[in-house]
């Protein structure tokens, strides 16, 4: 599933040749996991001002209302201005006078969602309940901690929920609790402070180098100009169960928690 990193990845590779664009034609595909929600006769003649992100949303802002996309579990974006006839599995498109946008999902668990302002109740029904976004201002130690303390849960599956912080998915989860030397299995109530600061630096440093190295692309992801991510060649855990930790030498562990695979060291990770 495309996480944080490969949907800015993603919006980097496009947001400059889209900005001030005039879209000239949507073409609908087969119905994705949400409806579009308008006519899309409504988005012919706008403008596109800009695409930003929020936790795994792109946001499109237009002249007249805001456009939501989701890659959901395998969808990808290609802007181009020549990008062929559509495929079985592109299920939807915006032609621009600047090139074309066009979503690539061959399971259908992405969206594009159109609503009239990000205060709209149907974008707050999507974004409202997200948690800080890590890469900026407000994802500071004191409301960390704070929110660690309210929660009994295992870290990592709290870490994936996204309601502390978004975009931590479970490779990048993995790899920042080796970083701060966190055990995944402990209650996220019972991480001391220095721990806690420790764990947001390495969110934080982890999600960085994987925007600067194009995401990850463990199966199919790609970015809009149709290049690979690479932060997978470089892991310390995620999928090396049983090969020799790269600081301790002990074998990597796998154990599931809520359906998703962990990995961890457990001379490194001790609780």
Known sequence: MPELPEVEVTRLSFVDQIK???IT??????PLRWPLSCDPQILIGQKVKTVRRRSKYLLMDL????LMLHLGMSGSLRFSSDLGPLGPH???ELQTNKGTLRLHDPRRFGA???AYSEQDPLAQKLLGHLGVEPLESGFEDAYFMRSLKAHVMAIKPL???GKVVVGVGNIYASEALFMAGIRPTLSAKRISKARAQRLRLSIIEVLTRAVQLGGSSLKDFSNADGQNGY???QTNVYDRQGQACKQCQTPIKMVRQGQRSTFYCPLCQRR
């Open 90 to 92: 592109d299920h939807f």
């Open 25 to 30: 034609q949507v073409v609908m595909g087969k």
């Open 159 to 161: 870490l994936l929920a």
């Open 63 to 66: 002249e007249r209302g805001l």
């Open 20 to 22: 001030d664009a005039k």
């Open 112 to 114: 594009v969602v159109y």
């Open 231 to 233: 932060f997978q060649l």
